[in-house]
């Protein structure tokens, strides 16, 4: 048992018997994830797990290129301890970006387990000159995303990153990124686990 695990399940009212919640990689495909770039971490309390991108960008020069995108998908597994089944509750996505002025940048990402009609959608729009890191939440306004409750749930992410050149400038260089100057940022999903 994780030291942290055991006072946020007894908090949850899931029995310490029953606590085995897990989240594994199921597939990570797009031009944004090649393999190997990247990572998906559960936290030692259970009640988030993290997705870090070490290549997650996309980026050109103004001139011949006018406009420039990537995407990834992310399919998890995530076994909830019996009798309950896993609810994400937020997703905090986090990046970096150098926008020149005249040129935007877009930021899209959405999330729903399988079966579920409802998907939660986040983005933002990056109008340039910007520069630094961003973040968007998506609260879940609905209410938490809920997973089935027999066995596993499967949980799929969606993230898209584009540019545009617009009005800016020949030779301007914009830059936007699903991770950071110090490559620490990431894509972090916050879980509860709920009765069934």
Known sequence: MISGLLPVLLAA?????????????LNVNGTGCRQ??????????????????????TQFTTGSVTQSSVECTVNLKITAP??????????????FAEIAPGAT??????YR???????????RTFTGPFSGD??????????????????????????????????????????LAMDSTDGVASSTCHLIWQRC
């Open 13 to 25: 009212g899931v029995p310490v018997a029953a606590a085995a919640p897990a989240v594994e990689v």
């Open 36 to 57: 190997h770039t990247t990572a998906v971490a559960l936290s030692p309390d259970r009640t988030a797990f993290t997705i870090t991108y070490s290549a997650y960008l």
């Open 82 to 95: 019996s009798g309950y089944a896993p609810a994400v509750t937020s997703v905090d996505y986090r990046g």
């Open 105 to 110: 940048g877009r930021q899209s990402a959405s």
């Open 113 to 123: 387990f399988h079966g579920a009609a409802r998907v939660e959608s986040a983005g």
């Open 134 to 175: 961003w973040q968007v939440t998506d609260p879940a306004d609905g209410g938490p995303s809920v997973g089935g409750c027999a066995g596993s749930a499967v949980l799929d992410l969606d993230s898209s990153l584009g540019l545009a050149a617009g009005s800016s400038v020949a030779g301007s260089a914009s830059y």
